[in-house]
């Protein structure tokens, strides 16, 4: 081997993969047995009770248990402090990989090199020369190309925009993104073999797709929640303070509900925005805010009382979501892709149904 493997690293490795999910592929298992996490996770920052973040690497305590679990690490920064890359939930990640449904002899390309985990795994199972993973940024490239090499997988992985595909190296029979995506890139369309597979995040779900023809695919999502690191795209910030001038109107839509029974259809009808909650000194929710990159804005208070502004009026997105008394099973929404129009429809092909913008492609 050529990372540092201690006894006690390599069992629990393999009381980790024991415990993932028995239904999915035995091979995937195994190659969760077989690659070091460690390697691709030398450090993960964990957040304090203050909301502070802490480094913890090899040699602290609880380091090697905690990566081993199945817990989504957050592995970068930026200079505010945001998490900008992370290692996923492993049980997720078996469960996408389980999707792809990759064997030997597929080609696959991942968008989001990340820490490497996931390019590792993928080399394990199929070859280096199988697998193309691209990210965009410089720096995580570079370190999980010496990781990669370091745990003896060599595939090809550069810097550059994943959603643009990498046509050089097309076309690919499995194709899988772990960041967040908005719809199907439109390279996805173009770079893939006739019946390839597509297994991306969008919104806070997972779509398995199939091509069924060039530009055409049609798919559903996994039932899983997921949420992952979106693309990093420029976006106005919230209007908070102009939209206290606003006069208010009334709901009957409950705050919470963006938070949790909501959560997931807004997602797709709503796509990129982003929210946050208010709460008094006793931890209540008293309001909840709302915002897409365009800058509009709303708010709602628990009182029922709502206010917005902007071309988007987010809020009467999500009383258009009120058709949801419960939260609905995410393998209830399927998606139609033609090359013009990618289309997510709950239930039936006539049903409730929201377009998908454009795909995230050039």
Known sequence: MTWPDTGVSAALRQTFAAELDPQFDRGWVDAFAAVPRHVFVPRYYAQSDNRSWRSVTLGDPGYMETIYSNQALTTQLDEHGIPTSSSSEPALMLEMLDALDARQGDTVFELGTGT?????????????????????????????????????????????DGARGWPQRSPYTRIIATAALRAVPAPFLDQAAPGAIIVAPIGYGVLRATVTAPGHATGRFLPTPAHFMPRRTQGAAPAFDAVRSVEPADTKVAPTDILDRLRFPLSIALPGHSSCSWRDDDGELTAVGLWTEDGSTATAHVSGAVRQIGPRRPWDVVEDLAIFENVPPRDDFHVTITPSRQTVWYNAPDGPSWELPGGDGP
Do not use: M
Request: aromatic share 8%; net charge negative.
């Open 116 to 160: 490497g985990y996931n390019t590792a795994l993928l080399s394990h199972r199929l070859g280096d020369d199988n697998v193309t993973s691209l990210d965009v940024d410089p720096s995580l490239v570079e370190a999980a190309a010496f990781r990669l090499e370091k745990a003896g997988y060599r595939p090809f992985v550069t810097t550059g």
